[in-house]
């Protein structure tokens, strides 16, 4: 493991009860249960769902959508994670790129940041001037009333990690051939800007936490109850119910034994 990590590496339960794995995935199972309940009624009714991750790097944003998305459909939730703007994109109006990936009847859409990156990153790291951020600031709230009028229910969740976990889980990303991807030179420079952070994070709340569109805070630190807070939190949210199907059985099929696959084909050999 990595020096920095050593030095600071702490257990992620000491701010909260121990949840070992076998709690832990059984939990998630029954709440995997009821995304799929949750899933079928958005089809059936055409409902349209729009969830947006916020917080830090590291703070457990990926894991969380994971967690929520590995047992349903892609094709009902949709996971948005955008590259940087083209050139045509920075010449828009700010929010125009985003619209697109909206959702439409039956489904829900899942942001891995979104327009909220001109409040936090871009505004932090000079990406954008600081009329041009508060001009967003200004904005935004419209646009998410207008969504909510043309009947989005949108959820905006800020992953709360504080400075010591966050260099926990950044410092062992260096070492681990897994994650070495999510780590960039950006990730290392808004590192030490901890505190310009801060501050953007508390504008944002400030000027965006509106009763149409309030932002809900979840504490990061232990990921694993951080995920079953966060689920249980949206389906507590949304009033979905239980579509009726009848019951579903196999039907019968003939099927003729022995025929096997050309000798001509390319099979898959067994991993070493």
């Given amino acids: 493991m990595n020096q920095v990590a050593k030095k600071n590496r702490k257990s992620e339960d000491t701010n909260a009860p121990a949840l070992k794995r076998k709690e832990y995935e059984e939990k998630l199972r029954k709440l995997h249960v009821e995304l799929v309940k949750l899933q079928e009624w958005v089809k059936h009714e055409g409902k349209k769902v729009c969830v947006v991750f916020e917080g830090r790097d590291g703070a457990g944003k990926g894991g969380v959508i994971k967690a929520i998305t590995e047992r349903v459909s892609p094709r009902v939730f949709r996971v948005v994670a955008m590259a940087a703007p083209t050139d045509r994109e920075k010449s828009q109006m700010y929010v125009q790129r985003y619209v697109p990936y909206f959702p439409s009847a039956g489904e829900i859409v899942i942001f891995?940041?979104?327009?909220?990156?001109?409040?936090?990153?871009?505004?932090?790291?000079?990406?954008?001037?600081?009329?041009?951020?508060?001009?967003?600031?200004?904005?935004?709230?419209?646009?998410?009333?207008?969504?909510?009028?043309?009947?989005?229910?949108?959820?905006?969740?800020?992953?709360?990690?504080?400075?010591?976990?966050?260099?926990?889980?950044?410092a062992a990303r260096i070492d681990d051939k897994r994650k070495i991807w999510k780590l960039s030179q950006m990730d290392l420079d808004s590192y030490t800007r901890w505190d310009d952070y801060t501050r953007c994070r508390d504008d944002m709340f400030q000027a965006t936490d509106t009763a149409w569109a309030p932002w809900f805070i979840a504490r990061s630190d232990n990921k694993r109850q951080a995920r079953l807070n966060i689920i249980s939190h949206l389906l507590s949210n949304i009033p979905y119910e239980k579509v009726p199907r009848g019951d579903v059985k196999l039907p019968k099929r003939k099927v003729t034994p022995g025929k096997p696959l050309r000798a001509s084909l390319r099979i898959v050999p067994v991993a070493g």
């Fill in 112 to 170: 891995d940041r979104s327009w909220y990156n001109r409040a936090g990153v871009e505004r932090v790291m000079g990406f954008c001037t600081e009329d041009h951020a508060k001009a967003f600031l200004r904005v935004v709230p419209n646009v998410e009333k207008a969504m909510v009028e043309a009947g989005i229910i949108l959820f905006k969740y800020w992953l709360e990690v504080s400075p010591e976990e966050q260099t926990n889980r950044l």
